[in-house]
T-cell receptor
Framework: QKEVEQNSGPLSVPEGAIASLNCTYS??????FFWYRQYSGKSPELIMS????GDKEDGRFTAQLNKASQYVSLLIRDSQPSDSATYLC?????????????FGQGTELSVKP | ETGVTQTPRHLVMGMTNKKSLKCEQH?????MYWYKQSAKKPLELMFV???????ENNSVPSRFSPECPNSSHLFLHLHTLQPEDSALYLC???????????FGQGTRLTVV
């Protein structure tokens, strides 16, 4: 089982709609979760971090964490064509000697004008 | 000035060459990372340094050799690479290992 899983997409939404991106993780001990946006040919850019159950809002973005179900989601309201990118979910996974930040394969989002 | 700077941005090298990738962070972070990103694959963690000590070596071939001389600088020394090593190599840093990581612009490496 992959440690962090995302649907690869592509996810296509019309401009102005809500885009919903989902992610599941396998390590119940994970405490830190992150969403990154990556435009083609560019490096990942941090959008949100979330550490507690519930919702966290920042502008048009809302991250949701449910530790019991081991999923993290990202909602993008009023989607814009400029939001078209690959969205990466990451979780900090603990190992015997410490831990490491593990990424999912990313979900490609396309926002159509 | 960006928080995490990588040089060079692009590199083409032959299989017998030796080259180095450089990463510098100006964020006062204590942890630095090397990731590899190949086409259509997830980001692969290669190395983790925390307080200048290597804490993770994710089964990376010995033709990749990291060096962390201080908390602000990280190098990846490359020698006798293979064409399948062609990828985007990303450096990142974070305050501690389990807090948000910030990425450099990456080095696009092509091995010919």
């Amino acid at each position: 089982q992959k440690e962090v899983e995302q649907n690869s997409g592509p996810l296509s939404v019309p401009e102005g709609a809500i885009a919903s991106l989902n992610c599941t993780y396998s390590d119940r001990g994970s405490q830190s979760f992150f969403w990154y946006r990556q435009y083609s040919g560019k490096s990942p850019e941090l959008i949100m971090s979330i550490y507690s159950n519930g919702d966290k809002e920042d502008g048009r973005f809302t991250a949701q964490l449910n530790k019991a179900s081991q999923y993290v989601s990202l909602l993008i309201r009023d989607s814009q064509p400029s939001d078209s990118a690959t969205y990466l979910c990451a979780a900090f996974v603990y190992y015997n000697q410490g831990g490491k930040l593990i990424f999912g394969q990313g979900t490609e989002l396309s926002v159509k004008p | 000035e960006t928080g995490v700077t990588q040089t060079p941005r692009h590199l083409v090298m032959g299989m017998t060459n030796k080259k180095s990738l450089k990463c510098e962070q100006h964020l006062g972070h204590n942890a630095m990372y090397w990731y590899k990103q190949s086409a259509k694959k997830p980001l692969e963690l290669m190395f983790v340094y925390s307080l200048e000590e290597r804490v993770e070596n994710n089964s990376v071939p010995s033709r990749f050799s990291p060096e962390c001389p201080n908390s602000s600088h990280l190098f990846l020394h490359l020698h006798t690479l293979q064409p399948e090593d062609s990828a985007l190599y990303l450096c990142a840093s974070s305050h501690t290992e389990n807090t948000e990581a910030f990425f450099g612009q990456g080095t696009r490496l092509t091995v010919v």
